[in-house]
């Protein structure tokens, strides 16, 4: 079967660097994308990883790793807007995406 | 500022009434989407378009259907209503491609949170 595991919860520091991280199994693939959501809005795109590697934007990198179905986004400098949830999704062999079931990230000051 | 907007932020009906969630995009986009977000569970396809007038179901599409009459809105339809299908129900599109990164961007609308009493 098609699943993504993603931690349910995290907590870090403002000014501290968080990884969260995202395990995937698809039917092919296609790509892995990360969304933000802030809560009560719209999930809104981060980053998109299709070959294996660091992807980097800012503040916040997203990894790939295709042999072992493994990625991560990496968020520096934390600020406490950076609290949201995260989503980590993956495209399947007929571009589908497969949804994990969101990291909520907490910052504290 | 490109966007898709859902029509309604929050509804509350009664179980078995007819309930019709609107979506609408303008920024042109062929493919719409619409998706039910639950706590602990990862975002759940019911229904998708890829053209006007065409529909293909999702993952959970019992107890639902959809309307695409004109290529920028996309109507999710609860013909009646139950309790088991409360929940946030989240509106996407992207544009069409395989090897272009753009076209399978999602953008979400804002979401419609649904209380089937």
């Known amino acids: 079967g098609q699943n993504i595991d993603q931690p349910t919860e995290m907590t870090a520091t403002e000014g501290a660097i968080v990884q969260i991280n995202c395990t995937y199994q698809?039917?092919?693939?296609?790509?892995l994308f990360w969304y933000q959501q802030h809560a009560g809005e719209a999930p809104t795109f981060l980053s998109y990883?299709?070959l294996d590697g660091l992807e980097e934007k800012g503040r916040f990198s997203s990894f790939l790793s295709r042999s072992k179905g493994y990625s991560y986004l990496l968020l520096k400098e934390l600020q406490m807007k950076d609290s949201a949830s995260y989503l980590c999704?993956?495209?399947?062999?007929?571009?589908?995406?497969?949804w994990g079931a969101g990291t909520k990230l907490i910052i504290k000051p | 500022d490109v966007k898709v907007t859902q029509s309604s932020r929050y509804l509350v009906k009664r179980t078995g009434e007819k309930v019709f969630l609107e979506c609408v995009q303008d920024?042109?986009?062929?493919?719409m989407f619409w998706y039910r977000q639950d706590p602990g569970l990862g975002l759940r396809l019911i229904y998708f378009?890829?053209?006007?007038?065409?529909?293909e179901k999702g993952d959970i599409p019992e107890g639902y259907s959809v309307s695409r009459e004109k290529k920028e809105r996309f109507s999710l339809i609860l013909e009646s209503a139950s309790t088991n299908q409360t929940s946030m129900y989240l509106c996407?599109?992207?544009?069409?491609?395989?090897?272009?990164?753009?076209?399978?961007?999602?953008?979400f609308g804002a979401g419609s949170r649904l209380t089937v009493l």
């Open positions: 698809t039917s092919g693939f296609n790509g």
């Open positions: 996407a599109s992207s544009s069409t491609g395989t090897g272009d990164l753009g076209a399978n961007v999602l953008t």
């Open positions: 920024m042109d986009h062929e493919n």
């Open positions: 990883n299709v």
């Open positions: 999704a993956a495209m399947d062999s007929n571009y589908q995406l497969i």
């Open positions: 378009s890829y053209d006007v007038k065409m529909k």
